[in-house]
């Protein structure tokens, strides 16, 4: 969680690195990634493998039995799938994994020189990167070292008597918060920076796991209280269940009636609500909200943007919001100051004392590591397995100090040329979504013009950013993993406080360049692909050009598609948020939305057809795929106009772009990680991410001749066409 919030703290809604808030962080407002990360698994030895074969897809995996048309995933995908069952450390497995553990690989090997070197040749920040590693793989010195590291720490919160003081170390960083602020890019001004007073407060994933009343769902909460006493007995609680009820109470009423529906929660007109301290403070109720912010460093913030604000009359009607959409809308925060303001003080302390213990479970004596695991790894992924420790020692110190490792990665395994044919894919891509403006008919010339103002103002950033952080005055304490993580968590606040009153810093980047991912950032409008990515399954120099169209491409065009999604479309060329569409062309935008909502809602894979995809909840994604595979195909006929594409192994360039598309999202997960995401992840499960996009393009039909009578056929008239 804390490499999360490191990795997206540029661009993140709060600055407090706690798992409170590592939700809301992953989640950004305006950040859409590719990918969900969080996932927590990884294998102990032996990696499942995937040939690329000669040109990117090896055909050999084709599952010839069954027709394309009646299962588009399972045709390229399942023969891999059955014969490689997920091995215990994994909740999920796939093509993407497996280049993220190819990263982790990676960087061990970097990580090994430095172990083999002499200590006395190592430089200051091979000594950090070094040392923040062996610290954490080093689980006889944790054991032996106890509470004692953390107990500075507890004292500092059990001291505590009042509110008031609570509220000074929420201020603080590296403790949980329930609620916290930091400095962001003000949306509608997106040339300054703006601070933000946002909450979190959940110790489980989402509301809905609090309000789950199925025999699993309360067998979940079952589970999660029995870790919460496990953790305050921990920390002397002498009824440590009583008190682990309190909190579990607090955490409840803070998801019935606080927190808003995830999927409501998307909505951008919601949840820009612009205060003034004074307005902040009036809703503060208890809580010393003018202090807080002064303690925090924000009190001269030009304002202050708050998240989830109940909508006023004016604004329900405004934005026609209807009574099942406002039953999912909680009392956002000025509830959870409220709730704060009744919760006793004694509640709130335990309440940070199991967070901070949950938190730093990794860096806690291995009790509390396999208790965190219990939970969150095998409860609610079905994970039989923890992680390797070395994984994680990477993690923990891509987490601390990324970018200076992401320098040595670069150097060592991005080469340029890659750089240069990722230039010219994202340049085609955007020829590709200019004719596509010019043709649609769905949407009128005042809102091209926009639209065209808006493509011309893309940001593309491919590899790594060419000022990699250095970290500047973080100290690393060998032998001290909770020392270490404070240390990050007060110099991450130290460098996201500062930036208020300070221009937008356009080369500042929220994720690592050895990560596998990218993403979308609607407020600098950028598109961003870490160098780690750019690998197959996604893109080789040496891959077929329609394989690189149909996966590294397709990821392009997702990318890009955000900025036009349901909620990225809310932001103009210069990244603001603002209407810049017409009524009717936003009507008809809205319409082909809501035609994908329905496809993907009946998407039902789990409880014989009951529990289904939420396609409110996915649809700026699937927005995203499918735009943006439309968009590729687009810029693959454009890149091999006039060019002689021939047929390799059976499979003409059509077929190939298709299915490398498939390929991407090869994957496999368990069934409580499927139930998990299906709930929290705004991305849609990989089979959809193939199957739902596939039958929305006629090209796919003429591909693998797809006819009525296959299961996936869709009539020409229900199929969306965005680009
Ligand atoms: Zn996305």
Redo the contacts with the bound molecule.
């Keep these: 969680m804390i490499q999360k919030t490191a990795a997206l703290l540029g661009a993140s809604l709060l600055a407090l690195a706690t798992p409170a808030f590592a939700d809301d962080v992953a989640h950004d407002d305006h950040v859409?990634?590719?990918l969900a990360d969080g996932e927590a698994a990884a294998p102990a030895s032996a990696l499942p493998t995937i040939s690329f074969g000669t040109w990117g897809f090896d055909p050999a995996y084709l599952a010839t039995d069954i027709k394309p048309g009646d299962d588009f995933n399972a045709y390229a995908n399942k023969r891999w799938i059955d014969a490689n069952p997920l091995p215990p450390e994994f909740s999920r497995i796939g093509a993407f994994v497996l280049l993220g553990e190819k990263s982790t690989a990676d960087v061990k090997a970097l990580m090994d020189e430095l172990v083999a070197k002499d200590p006395a040749s190592l430089s200051g920040d091979e000594r950090r990167i070094l040392d923040t590693y062996r610290t954490f793989l080093d689980t006889a010195a944790i054991e032996a070292a106890g509470l004692a590291p953390a107990q500075p720490f507890l004292d500092t919160i059990k001291r505590a008597t009042t509110l008031n003081q609570l509220a000074m170390l929420w201020a603080a960083p590296g403790y949980a918060s329930p609620i916290g602020g930091g400095v962001s890019i003000d949306a509608k001004q997106p040339d300054r920076h703006i601070a933000t007073v946002g909450f979190g407060g959940l110790g489980m994933p989402d509301r809905d796991y609090y309000l789950d009343t199925t025999e699993k769902g309360r067998a979940i909460q079952a589970k999660y209280k029995a870790y919460l006493a496990f953790l305050l007995g921990e920390a002397g609680y002498a009824d440590a269940a009583a008190m682990a009820e309190k909190v579990y109470a607090f955490e409840d009423a803070n998801a019935r009636t606080v927190q808003w529906d995830r999927a409501v929660r998307r909505n951008r007109d919601l949840t820009y609500n612009l205060l003034t301290a004074d307005e902040l403070a009036a809703i503060g109720g208890k809580v010393p909200v003018k202090a807080m912010i002064a303690a925090i460093g924000i009190e001269n913030s030009p304002g202050f943007v708050v998240g989830q604000m109940p909508p006023t009359k004016e604004e329900i009607d405004a934005l026609k919001l209807d009574s099942a959409t406002l039953a999912k809308i909680g009392t956002g925060l000025p509830g959870m100051f409220a709730l704060i303001g009744e919760t006793p003080v004694e509640v709130l302390k335990a309440w940070m004392i199991k967070e901070f213990l949950s938190g730093n479970a990794a860096v806690l004596p291995a009790r509390f590591d396999a208790a965190s695991f219990e939970f969150y790894g095998k409860t609610l992924r079905g994970t039989p397995e923890q992680r390797p420790r070395w994984k994680r020692a990477i993690g923990e110190a891509e987490g601390l100090l990324g970018e200076l490792i992401g320098k040595e990665y670069v150097a060592r395994y991005f080469p340029p040329e890659n750089k240069a044919a990722m230039d010219e894919l994202v340049a085609t891509l955007r020829v590709s979504l200019g004719q596509s403006i010019d043709e649609i008919t769905w949407m009128g010339e005042e809102t091209k013009a926009q639209a065209r103002a808006k493509l011309a103002s893309f940001d593309p950033k491919i590899g790594y950013r060419p000022n990699l952080e250095t970290y500047e005055g973080l100290a690393i304490t060998a032998g001290n993993p909770i020392a270490n993580r404070m240390a990050a968590a007060r110099w991450g606040q130290a460098d996201n406080i500062a930036k208020l009153g300070q221009p937008i810093d356009r080369t500042e980047w929220g994720m690592l360049p050895q990560t596998v991912n990218a993403y979308?950032n609607s407020v600098k409008n950028e598109i961003v692909f870490p160098a780690g990515i750019l690998q197959r399954p996604f893109f080789a120099l040496s891959n077929d050009i329609a394989v690189n169209y149909g996966a590294i491409g397709g990821v392009i065009g997702?990318?890009i598609g955000?900025g036009f999604d349901d909620q990225g479309s809310k932001s103009d060329a210069s990244g603001a948020l603002r209407n810049w569409w017409t009524d009717a062309d936003r009507k008809a935008f809205d319409d082909l939305g809501n035609r994908l909502v329905a496809q993907y809602n009946s998407f039902c894979p789990l409880d014989e057809g009951k529990t289904c995809v939420n396609g409110r909840l996915t649809l700026?994604?699937n927005i995203?795929d499918v735009g943006g595979l439309s968009m590729a195909y687009r810029a693959y006929k454009i890149a091999t106009k006039g060019k002689d594409v021939p047929v390799i192994d059976g499979l003409n360039g059509d077929q190939r772009f298709f299915l490398a598309w498939a390929q991407v999202w090869r994957s496999t997960q368990r069934e409580e990680n499927y139930r998990n995401r299906l709930r929290t992840d705004s991305?849609s499960p990989e089979e959809y991410r193939v199957n739902g996009v596939v039958r929305n393009l006629d090209e796919w039909y003429e591909a693998f001749g797809v006819k009525p009578g296959d299961a996936m056929y869709l009539p020409p008239e229900q199929r969306v066409r965005i680009w």
């Design positions: 859409d990634t590719l979308y997702h990318e955000h700026g994604e995203g991305h």
